[in-house]
């Protein structure tokens, strides 16, 4: 379950705005689930797309587009490979006798929820086929289109552990617009979260990435936390930028252009990828100190709530 080769059968324009300048390269897969390599939080990971419309500036996956002899700024916004037959390998994964049934992760690689699921919905397809064998997973987002499958998140964590987060940095409009063009508003993140905890989804906030002299004031890390909390997060998690080969190549050119004050300070952080720990611990604290005592209770009665809701029978039946 670790190959992924990938077979091109097409290539496609859509003609509608939010399309234009985007080519999707429709491949079909071996296989779908991948093994990751030690060091993180989870072993399996499933990506049916390569590439990303979020176009952020900063995204760690960016380098990965260079392995499709294909370049990692405007190829990985702008030609977007679409696993096909996603869901379809899926099932026969699941099936397969090697396989243990154990956690799988999304959203670790490029967003399942960006602009183009809208168009191929391979997440039901996946999420289905995660249904019907009990498979726990996660999903990390920043595309408020996880809520389309509200329907069957609530139906899968009925036999399985599921949960979400959202990825979401900042709420500063201008820091939003600069640095994450392709997303939904931070605020529509917010309010998708509220939705998922409504219905009984544990869900909660990455506040990734927190980018150092431009979205780190404690006023701007104050808002997210609060709007976080308000919304019935589970947890909210600060990661400061990261700077690995390949992302950086194509983050301090954008970074010369709009914060060229801000270069020398860059290039004294990231020394090394991940920036000095000193910087990342009082990060941690800071925002540890804004959140301490406060998430877990707020989200443990909203699925409580949600809980007692959906043990209730409706008076009519329920619309997703």
């Known amino acids: 379950m670790t190959s992924q080769q990938l077979f091109e059968i097409a290539r496609r324009t859509f003609d509608a705005p939010e399309f234009r300048g985007i080519e999707c ?16 939080p989870f ?32 190829d990985f916004e702008t030609k977007i490979v ?19 049934g154990e956690p799988i992760a999304m959203g670790t690689g490029t967003d399942p929820y960006q602009r183009v ?11 289905e086929a995660l249904i019907d064998h009990r498979n726990p997973f996660s999903i990390l987002t920043k595309g408020t289109l996880i809520t389309r499958d509200l329907d069957l998140l609530v139906r899968a964590a009925e036999h399985a552990s599921v949960s979400a987060a959202f990825s979401i940095g900042t709420l500063d409009e201008q820091v939003w617009r600069d640095t994450e063009p392709g997303t939904p508003s931070p605020k529509a993140r917010i309010e998708a979260v509220r939705t998922l905890v409504d219905a009984g989804i544990a869900t909660g906030v990455l506040m990734a990435p927190v980018l150092p ?3 780190d004031r404690s006023e701007q890390l104050r808002a997210v936390v609060e709007a976080a909390i308000d919304a019935g ?9 990261h700077l690995r080969p390949g992302v950086r190549e194509e983050f301090l050119p954008w970074l010369r252009e709009a914060h060229p004050d801000l270069v020398g300070r860059y290039e004294e952080l990231y020394r090394t990828p991940y920036g000095p720990k000193r910087d990342r611990d009082q990060l941690s604290k800071r925002v540890g100190a804004l959140t301490r005592g406060r998430t877990t209770g707020m989200s443990s009665f909203r699925r409580s709530a949600s809980t007692a809701r959906r043990e209730t029978p409706p008076e009519q039946p329920q619309l997703w």
């Open 117 to 127: 699921e809208g168009r191929y919905r391979l997440m039901r397809g996946i999420i």
């Open 233 to 241: 997060a589970s947890h909210v998690s600060p990661i400061m930028l």
């Open 25 to 40: 390269i429709e491949v079909e897969a071996r296989s779908i689930i991948n093994r990751v390599a030690g060091g993180m």
């Open 43 to 74: 072993d399996w990971t499933i990506n049916p797309y390569r590439g990303c419309t979020h176009a952020c500036v900063y995204c760690f996956a960016r380098p990965t587009h260079t392995y499709l002899d294909m370049g990692a700024g405007k």
């Open 213 to 215: 002299g431009i979205s």
């Open 82 to 100: 679409v696993k096909v037959n996603a869901p379809d390998v899926l099932r026969r994964e699941l099936a397969a006798k090697r396989w243990k």
